[in-house]
């Protein structure tokens, strides 16, 4: 490996955080409300409180488990109801810019949200199973140094209803939802979501957990906890929190095996190094082998994959019920590493799965249409890093 320069990239990049536009119609989205809020809403807007639960429980399912999204189309509610809900309130989701579909039927969606602003969602339809990879924030204010996303300037967190709206879109584009009078169908098209998109979702902690919430609701779309994934670069003070108040599963972007390499690939390390994170990750609630924490570690030549980088990942993680989840470097203009040769990336699976770990190779989807992990950014954004500003932030 060649000498490792010193780590210059800062932790958090020079972002231009921009504030949230409020729609000026005025309307109330009830999209990505919680329960209560919806609840507070429809008080508000002059509905009986002795009513409220029920009216909750009604419009909810409309929303959710039908994907309506007119109020006249509620038709066990009143009319004038009805209207008082069209005065007050609008169901409304991101816009589709563009849908581009890959030659292995791998879906990207680019979607625009209030202010102008643009994230991608990418479905990934599998043999068992469809993964929805959707996004927490416009870019990312990490600057991972072989991550697209770090590089975008334009950062704003994304709220609640941006969010399930995502999950709502994707149910849109692959008609998947139910047919009123037509027999029942279990199957699931988005039966996963992972939140492995743009964005670090524990920096958008309480909307994230919302919209969550309403995505596992058994009302509405009712994906069970254990088929949605978190996936973080490591912000430690909010792990604790995943497991309480969401309870979903948890992947770590753990991509090295010492501070100094993992200072330069994740800079956040620089604030939480290995050795404090793996203490979180080890009281990290409701361990167990059948809710494993998944590993992820991306692939780079010369940098991060060598046979000694396989034993100290393996023992650095000792304990702690785990998978790891080789991810092939996905190139995008620019980027300052090149993706692991593919018998390197088979010599170091197979030492961590003669360790006792499952260790699959993700395989790369979506990569004609730039719709790999860490390939998202919202093209249009015009404010963009050049080449030289990415290769030195990366130390090289
Ligand atoms: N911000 C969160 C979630 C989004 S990234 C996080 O960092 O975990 C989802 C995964 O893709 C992360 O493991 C990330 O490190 C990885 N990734 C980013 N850029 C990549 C690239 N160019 N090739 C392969 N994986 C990449
Ligand atoms: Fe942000 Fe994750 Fe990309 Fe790092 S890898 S810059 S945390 S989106």
Partial sequence: MPEAPAAVAPITQDVL????????????????????????????????????????GQIWQWIYHWGVRDFAAMTNLAKDYRALL?????ISVPEVVTRQVSADGTRKYLLRIAGGHEVEAVYIPEETRGTLCISSQVGCTLNCSFCHTGTQKLVRNLTAAEIVGQVMVARDDLGEWPVPGAPKDETRLVSNVVLMGMGEPLYNFDNVRDAMKVV????GISLS???????????????????EEIGCLLAISFHATTDEVRDRLVPVNKKWNIATL??????YPRLSNSERITFEYVMLKGVNDSDADAKRLVKLIAGIP???????????PGAPYERSDWERIE???????????????????????????????????????????????AGL
């Fill in 17 to 56: 955080t921009i504030p949230r536009k409020l729609p000026e119609g005025g309307l109330r989205n009830l999209v990505g409300l919680t329960r209560d809020q919806l609840r507070d809403a429809l008080i508000a807007a002059g509905t009986p409180e002795k009513q409220a639960k029920m009216r909750v």
């Fill in 86 to 90: 069209a005065e007050h309130f609008e």
């Fill in 216 to 219: 596992m609701d058994g009302e």
């Fill in 225 to 243: 906890r254990r088929r949605i994934t978190l996936s973080t670069s490591g912000i430690v003070p909010e792990i604790a929190r995943t497991a």
């Fill in 278 to 283: 793996l203490d979180a990750l080890r009281d």
């Fill in 322 to 332: 785990a998978k790891i989840n080789l991810i092939p470097f996905n190139e995008w």
């Fill in 347 to 393: 010599a170091f699976a197979d030492i961590v799965y003669k360790a006792g770990y499952a260790s699959p190779i993700r395989t790369p989807r979506g990569e004609d249409i730039m719709a790999a992990c860490g390939q998202l950014k919202s093209a249009t954004e015009r404010a963009r890093k050049s080449r030289a500003e990415i290769a030195s932030e």
